[in-house]
């Protein structure tokens, strides 16, 4: 039965190949102070940074840049800009990147304006801002992590071996706008563009492995997984196809914009273990999750098999004719596997760099869930870290 919740999402998205047109009209929206974040560079190699900061100049802002927001951006890096953004009186954060960009200029939202420090009062306490947050809009360079519509920000403390995504519960801390030109993501490394077709569809997995009901996000869910399996194709043989590539950043945005989660149970120990291994590796996002689901997954098939053998079913068309359940059942997660190694991705940790001895680390960074089918002991989180080695 679908449970009680409430539905809203602030974000206004503006997509396709003429979206940059709208900053200037939201531009209009906010005070005069801009902060722009962004990454490494990308953007200034594809001509963003200048086409952005030329609509910024013409609307007469003053602007501050943030630059160097590394993938998996660390806490030491979130005060540095916290310095930036209070000398700046900022009015506006604009994110120009990936997830990682976005997921950094939300943390600087909840931030700027607070006396405590951020990493203990989110990221430890999983405290709510008690300070006035700043407005934060996104465009968007990168396929994946959905935060241009969400409200997750992620961030990475090394000297504590931990990466903690605290997802705010005020909407307010969603973006107020991102521009999605999938175009802007066609200078992606092939290696990114499946780390973030994996994590997109992980992100659906982790919301439709969990729950007995009959559900209509987990057939939302289903109609997303395929329509991601057939653009990645495309996408793989030929990058540069905008079809596939735009096919492919909307199914991003509706993975987690919350609305599949919407009256069901989630899992999300795929995403605790996958955090854990970018703790300590600092591994791309993605291929940490690609690294460790089937092992997850094995692990738990006996405990959730109704649904397992309905995602081969539904997502992989797997015929049932003259199969026991769990046939049906590791049919699918076989087809999956297969799927994934088309795609290049990671399918163990040691691809990433990791190696036995930090497993403990890992065993020890792993936030336990209790949303899934099974819930895991430390002992089940190490043998599932071992079987992904
Ligand atoms: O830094 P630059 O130079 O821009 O290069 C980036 C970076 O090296 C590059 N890139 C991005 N767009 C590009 C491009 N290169 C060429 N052309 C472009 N158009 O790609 C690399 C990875 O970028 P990053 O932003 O790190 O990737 P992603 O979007 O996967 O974000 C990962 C971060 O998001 C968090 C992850 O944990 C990780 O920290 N997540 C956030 C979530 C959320 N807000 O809800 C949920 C996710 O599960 C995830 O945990
Ligand atoms: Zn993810």
Known sequence: MLGNFVYANPTKLYFGADALNSLNMELSKYGKNVVLVYGGGSIKKNGLYDAVTEILKDNGKNVSEIAGVMPNPTIEKLYEGMEIARNAKVDLILAVGGGSVCDYAKALSVSVNCPEDPWEKYYIKFDEPTCETIPVGCVLTMAGTGSEMNAGA?????????????????????????????????????????????????????????????????????????SLIHSSRIANANPQDYEARSNIMWTATWALNTLVAKGKSTDWMVHMLGQAVGAVTDATHGMTLAAVSLAYYHYILEAGLPKFVRFAENVWHVDPAGKTDKEIALAGLAAMESWMQELGLAMHLRELGATDDMIEDMVNATLILDGGYRILTKEDIRKILQTSM
Do not use: W
């Open 154 to 226: 992620v961030i990475t403390n090394h000297k504590a071996k931990l990466k903690i995504g605290h997802v705010f519960a005020d909407e307010k801390i969603m973006p107020r706008f991102s521009i999605l030109n999938p175009n802007y993501t066609m200078t992606l490394p092939k290696y990114q563009m499946c780390a973030g077709i994996y994590d997109i569809f992980n992100h659906i997995c982790e919301q439709y492995f969990s729950g007995t009901d009959d559900n209509t996000s987990d057939y939302i869910s289903e109609g997303l997984m395929q």
